[in-house]
């Protein structure tokens, strides 16, 4: 699936999806989880992005995928070892995400110490909304973001509440990876993940950008 980036103007299939676990210190707690000191980095393969309007397709190796809605931000110029002060500058534009997870296998995988690729990586568990420019965000961590399911609020927060800012996680990210064109950062979730069950209807806001609307099927 191709992201359209409304700053550069041109469509382009995202190189690699970079997600950030436990930024919001109510989500960490309620996974009975600290903190961490430094960002917490995975990541998601291209293939499992969906767009709005789509479906998640629960997997039949899952019996509890759960909803983790996030803002997400799509990196605009190329960089590495980016300094936080310069970080927002690569930001092409901000929609909001779904970062799904099969929390029973990444439960498993925690307690073995085996990686979260499974867990995250099926496809159809990336839905991403339509981007707005960057310019229209000045400050990406002055937004409220919420998930709604068949009209019930379930997770309602605010990204100033981030343990990491945006522009932090940016320059931590690139000190590892070098930041493309395309690539989109999913920054954690506020707290109230849940299980969705299949018929579900999700609507994920992020400030004014567009809702993101997806069923899960
Ligand atoms: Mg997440």
Request: hydrophobic share 40%.
């Amino acid at each position: 699936m191709e992201i359209y980036l409304p700053t550069l103007n041109q469509s382009i299939r995202p190189g690699k999806i970079l997600c950030i676990g436990k930024n919001y210190a109510r989500h960490a707690a309620e996974m009975h989880s600290a903190v961490p000191e430094q960002p917490m980095v995975f990541l998601k393969p291209s293939t499992a992005l969906v767009a709005n309007g789509g479906r998640i397709e629960i997997p039949p190796a899952s019996f509890e995928v759960h909803h983790e809605v996030e803002l997400v931000a799509a990196i605009g110029r190329t960089g590495k070892n980016i300094d936080v002060s310069e970080a927002l500058n690569y930001i092409d534009g901000y929609a909001v995400g779904l970062d799904m997870t099969a929390r029973d296998i990444q439960q498993r995988a925690k307690e073995k110490g085996h990686p979260w690729s499974v867990a995250k990586g099926f496809d159809t568990f990336a839905p991403i909304g339509a981007f707005v420019a960057a310019s229209e965000i000045p400050n990406p961590q002055n937004l409220s973001i919420s998930l709604t399911i068949n009209g019930e609020v379930r997770q309602e927060g605010h990204t100033g509440d981030m343990v990491f800012p945006v522009a932090q996680l940016i320059s931590f990210c690139s000190t590892i990876f070098t930041l493309e064109p395309g690539d989109l950062l999913y920054t954690g979730t506020p707290e109230g993940v849940g299980a969705v069950a299949i018929g579900d209807k999700l609507v994920a806001r992020l400030g004014e950008v567009p809702e993101l609307h997806v069923e899960v099927h």
